[in-house]
């Protein structure tokens, strides 16, 4: 993603680091404003959803510890699905 120089300043101004950016834009609620640009904001709505879905993989991470999947490098496709013995 390209940030404008404007941004680059008020973000430094704002305490606004790259990773809060990305996150805004990749989890927030989009709205259409004047001027042709959108403006991306983490609603109450979006927050919820996003604890639902970290206490969700919490709840799933002992049991994917003991998991392990196998990829192609060339084709990226999943080759198989184990259980770990240790």
Known sequence: MHISKHA???????GFRRDYLDFIINN???ESKPGGVVEYRLRNKDKARIQSQL???LQS??????????VSYATGEVVTAYNLTR
């Open 8 to 14: 680059k300043i008020r973000c430094q101004q704002r």
């Open 28 to 30: 927030g609620s989009a």
């Open 55 to 57: 206490k969700r993989q």
């Open 61 to 70: 991470l002992d049991k994917l510890s003991k998991k392990a999947v196998i």
